[in-house]
């Protein structure tokens, strides 16, 4: 029987509590955390690039809920933690924050030095980031665009956020 599941060719026919205990002993030092006040956009998205650059954790803050979809099944071997208050972030710990967003006084990712541990925070589709969360960022940081759009989709930017930490430190 043919193993039709999202995964590499290494973890065919593994369990998925196999591929899970595989992956605990190799993830990133690295969280991420989503923003979801308002709408769910872009967080499947979001999922698929925390396990395809193997972060160690995800965080959502705001709605549970979220259109798992367009994550195609990656979430099953992500480490997905639900906050659904202000308070609930301070249970965050042994994360340095840093944001993610093309705001006033953001530094350009290309000559950016991320803690090991960083926490890559992104905001929602035309809200960014709320300002509870941007008060808990050491620092913010932004990507670079040449085009006429004033901001990346979510999703994008958190591929090429993710990209940009482990092409740096990585293990």
Known sequence: MPDNRNVIDYYKYWTNDSINVHLDENRHKFGVLCSNLSNDFNIATVIRNNNAFLANE???????????????????????????????????LGYTWVAIDNIEGAVP????????NALMCF??????????????????????????????????????AMYDYTSKLEK
């Open 123 to 160: 905001g929602q589709e035309q809200i960014g980031l709320p300002q509870e969360i941007l008060d808990r960022c050491r620092d913010v940081v932004y990507i670079k665009q040449y085009g006429s759009v004033r901001s990346l989709n979510v999703g994008t930017a958190a591929g090429i």
């Open 58 to 92: 995800v965080f959502i803050y705001g709605r549970k809920k979220w259109d798992r979809r367009g994550a195609v099944g990656t979430h099953l071997y992500s480490r997905i933690n639900h906050l659904p208050s202000e308070e609930d972030l301070d249970k965050i």
């Open 109 to 116: 990712i290309d000559s950016y030095e991320w803690p090991e």
